[in-house]
């Protein structure tokens, strides 16, 4: 029982550590219409970024300067905003595809970085010498996941009202207008290029926070955390659950990810050994036949962008109006 | 004469090797609907995206209300008051009719990342009073009952007087209007037609981009020709009907058709 319980938390932990990034995403996508391609680019820095300001001092690479938890977490994110500023600047000019192909370029290119750039973060082996927050005080233990859980869900509210926040007020018109049609927007007097940068950075910093979280929580970060296929994933969580609604969002990772998690216990439980083998691209297939499936059946996910209409907060589906991207 | 609201010297557009708009000079006079005429490809809608800063001149100069805008960007124009339509019209499909409206003006608290967070209140209030002036605008352009409708579900011509609603919000003082008319049902027409009148007698100005004659002819003074990018007549809707070059670059080419 206790063995069920724990694995729930577990679960639960990197679900809700997940939903982070996912609404990060739909920032930029569901929301200003940002196609990023390179979302693990900006969790990883997160991640690494954590890491490396809150561990103890390594010899053979950049780090450890043993900060204080909150102020190497905010410094992860810091991190993944900066290299979003960054990538943001050079980009600026990109839509869709071409952003989404440069995004990706960037994400490859973070992930090799950190696989050969020994002296960086460690190289293939991985970033070592990071000690969870109090784990003197909690131990290794249940009470401890369950503790760090509660944290990251807090987390995760936060960012919730946050966002729901921003999306509602005329910010979140703005941005709307920006994903609808730049030139108009231009021709309203909005500045596409500066809030476009903005989002684009505001949903990286989610991102990176998200990124921060996951290194905290195995205590390590490598290579193998940053590839393209986690890009996919969250990509699939924020279709699934249906891009510009931030319940959604949530909803569509613990979906996935409950998803992901059972076929890969399913095939390895269940298949033939010889399938087995491929449990791995087995699953890769099937993600990428949920995004297809998705994206040709019901591309509004399945909670559906909502239309604002007034102050009044009534709300009506898009889709009741018959309106298509 | 009064003072030119808008002065164009010498405009040059090239794309390429091809010449869009060709030495263009025009003074618009403030007050006046003045009307911009020309067979298609003329050069009117690029003289109109270099006039709102879409596109930079080639070469030339623009000034409005007094104040060199050459080069200067949409939003940076559409600031300093003037506002545009689309020919074909560019509503945020995915948006409600009442919230394209409640985007267009200026200086919005909540349109910065602090306003939702730390001026909520001051914020909460200007979006009342906005809201109130949007359904205001949206009733004189006849669309009030349509505010919670997606703006892409509208027809057509609903799309034309929304983005004549979308620009009056920012109270511009001189509005272009890329083929207001087209497309729209006769009484729609007829109704952007009364709208622009009522706005014109209260001290706006307009330039009109326009192929249906009678529009033109009734409602617009001056009128200005292009042809092959230059300007090709400037005076009154009477004069253009018996001008002998404008018959020959514009009706007669029409008569081709």
Redesign the interface.
């Known amino acids: 029982m206790i063995g069920l319980l724990s694995y729930l938390v577990f679960f639960a932990t990197v679900a809700a550590i997940l939903s982070i990034a996912v609404l990060g995403l739909n920032l930029q996508w569901g929301n200003t219409g940002l196609f990023n391609g390179g979302v693990v680019a900006f969790f990883g820095a997160g991640g690494y970024g954590t890491l490396i300001l809150g561990g103890t001092p390594q010899a053979d690479h950049l780090g450890g300067f043993a900060l204080p938890y909150l102020i190497a977490l905010s410094g992860g994110m810091a991190i993944a905003g900066l290299l979003a500023w960054g990538v943001g600047i050079l980009t600026l000019r990109l839509r869709h595809d071409y952003l989404a192909i440069a995004t990706f370029g960037v994400a490859v290119a973070f992930e090799n970085l950190m696989r050969n750039a020994e002296g960086l973060a460690g190289g293939a082996k991985g970033l070592r010498g990071f000690e969870r927050p109090l784990r003197q005080a909690l131990g290794d233990g249940f009470t401890y996941n369950l503790l760090f859980l509660i944290f990251v869900l807090g987390l995760l509210i936060a960012t919730y009202i946050f966002l729901e926040r921003l999306i509602r007020s005329p910010y979140g018109r703005l941005l709307r207008a920006i994903r609808e049609d730049e030139t108009a927007a231009m021709s309203l007097g909005k500045n596409p290029a500066r809030i476009r940068l903005a989002a684009f950075i505001a949903g990286s910093v989610i991102m990176g926070l998200a990124g921060g979280l996951y290194a905290t929580f195995y205590a390590f970060i490598s290579p193998q955390d940053v590839l393209p296929i986690l890009t996919f994933q969250i990509w699939a969580m924020l279709i699934v659950g249906g891009a510009g609604n931030n319940k959604g969002a949530v909803m569509g990772t613990f979906l996935i990810w409950g998803a992901w998690t059972a076929s890969g216990w399913g095939l390895s439980r269940f298949a033939p050994l010889e399938v087995q083998l491929y449990t791995g691209s087995l699953q890769f297939i099937l993600i990428g036949v949920v995004i297809v499936g998705m994206l040709l059946w019901r591309p509004q996910g399945l909670f559906e962008e909502k239309l604002v209409v007034s102050q009044s907060g009534r709300a009506k589906h898009l889709k009741q109006q018959g309106v298509r991207e | 004469m009064v003072e030119p609201i808008l002065s164009v010297s010498n405009i040059t557009r090239d794309f390429g090797t091809f010449r869009a708009v060709d030495g263009v000079s025009l003074d618009i006079s403030g007050g006046s609907i003045t009307g911009l005429i020309g067979p298609n490809g003329a050069g009117k809608t690029t003289l109109f995206n270099v006039l709102?800063g879409?596109l930079p001149p080639s070469s030339g100069s623009i000034s409005f209300r007094g104040k060199d805008v050459t080069c200067m960007?949409?939003?940076r124009l559409?600031?300093l008051g003037l506002?545009?339509t689309?020919q074909i019209p560019?509503?945020?499909?995915?948006?409600?009719v009442?919230?394209n409206v409640?985007?267009?003006p200026?200086a919005?608290?909540?349109?910065?990342?602090s306003?939702?967070?730390l001026r909520s209140r001051e914020?909460r209030n200007q979006?009342?009073a906005i809201?109130a002036r949007a359904m205001e605008v949206l009733k004189f352009v006849t669309l009030d009952a349509l505010?919670?409708?997606?703006a892409?579900?509208i027809s057509g011509g609903q799309k034309k007087l929304l983005e004549l609603a979308?620009?009056l919000m920012?109270d511009p003082q001189l509005i272009l209007l890329d083929e207001p008319a087209a497309g729209v049902n006769p009484s729609l027409t007829r109704v952007l037609i009364e709208k622009i009148e009522e706005l014109n007698d209260a001290g706006k100005t307009f330039l009109i981009i326009e192929h249906d004659m009678d529009f033109v002819m009734k409602h617009c003074d001056p009128v200005i020709a292009l042809a092959e990018g230059k300007v090709v007549f400037q005076g009154t809707a009477q004069e253009a009907q018996v001008n002998p070059i404008l018959l020959d670059a514009y009706l007669g080419a029409q008569a081709d058709v």
């Open positions: 709102t879409m960007s949409p939003d559409f600031e506002g545009r689309f560019r509503p945020f499909s995915r948006m409600s009442l919230e409640m985007l267009a200026l919005q608290i909540g349109e910065r990342l306003g939702p967070f914020m979006e009342q809201h505010a919670d409708q997606a892409g579900q979308r620009v920012a």
